[in-house]
Every structure is written in C-alpha cells, then in structure tokens.
Nanobody
C-alpha cells in the first residue's frame, strides 16, 4: 500500500483544515486507517482511526470533538477534518494503515505515508 497525505498548510487559530490520504497499490479492505502527528521535539501522537470496511471510528481524547476522520471508498481516500485549530496542533501529520483496529501504537501500523505540515498561528 502506498499512502500519500496532503492538505496541510498555514491556518489561523480557530480555523479549519481538511487533510487527505490517498491510498494506492492494493485494496484497503481489512485495514484500519489512522492519522498521527508529530511536533518538533515530541513523540508521534495518535489522533484517530477508521475501519475501512465498516467505517467505525476511534479518537484520541485530545482531539475528540474537534477532529473527524472519514473515508471515501470509491476514491480510496481517508480524510481528517480538523476544526477549532489551536497553535498546539502545529505538527507534521501522517496517515498509516494497520490490520488492528483502534490501536494507538505506531508500531502496529504497517504502511505509512509521508507527512503533511500543519501550522496554526495564534
């Protein structure tokens, strides 16, 4: 599976961004797609995951209510809608694929896309 993340950029605090993660190379059936972020000097942080087949979702407490993960099966794409952004949301955001649902552990994800940078100004 090849994953390509996009949609990052500069946004003011309180604003919104939608990230996309396009998958290619094989079907995503049986996989769970996750979003992570990593800020400079910090560990990679789990944000959300969605089961490709059922659409079931799971969120980290830190983003629950502000971020929404979704998928478009026809486009083989996963999205992360980010609302009410804060300066502390500034990070490099990556998507990944795992056979395990609702896991927050990066090591359980088999495939990773390159990051897309999100910068939130105050």
């Amino acid at each position: 599976v090849q994953l390509q993340a996009s949609g990052g950029g500069l946004v003011q605090a309180g604003g919104s961004l939608r990230l996309s993660c396009a998958a290619s190379g094989r079907t995503l059936n049986g996989y769970n797609m996750g979003w992570f972020r990593q800020a400079p000097g910090k560990e990679r942080e789990f944000l959300a995951t969605i089961a490709w087949s059922s659409g079931a979702t799971y969120y980290a407490d830190s983003v629950k209510g502000r971020f929404t993960i979704s998928r478009d099966n026809a486009k083989n794409t996963v999205y992360l809608q980010m609302d009410s952004l804060k300066p502390e949301d500034t990070a490099d955001y990556s998507c990944a694929a795992s056979k395990v649902f609702a896991t927050q552990l990066p090591r359980r994800y088999e495939y990773w896309g390159q990051g897309t940078l999100v910068t939130v100004s105050s």
